[in-house]
């Protein structure tokens, strides 16, 4: 995963695995994980998705208000603070 991104194709891929919906696009991303029916259980195994993919633990912010599109950015902003950017 490049430090200043999360590509729609990358976080797509990481919410069908956790079992969103087989038509989830990047339209959806900012929708909550409550809203694309994402339960406690689907967070948690995206947030270890995440952390094994970026290095970063995101466990406090993937909550069922938050977006897909909040975490990326959150990923990002944390990738870019330990590059020095």
């Not at 797509?12 to 990047?26: F, H, W």
């Not at 991303?29 to 995101?58: H, M, P, Q």
């Amino acid at each position: 995963m490049h430090a200043d991104t999360v590509s729609d194709a990358e976080l797509v891929k990481s919410l069908l695995a956790v079992g969103a919906d087989r038509d989830l696009t990047a339209i959806d991303f900012d929708r909550s994980f409550e809203e694309l029916d994402l339960d406690s259980l689907a967070r948690a195994e995206l947030t270890a998705r995440l952390r094994d993919r970026s290095g970063i633990d995101v466990e406090q912010h993937v909550t069922a208000t938050a977006t897909p599109n909040q975490i990326r950015r959150f990923v990002r902003d944390e990738l870019s603070a330990r590059a020095g950017l």
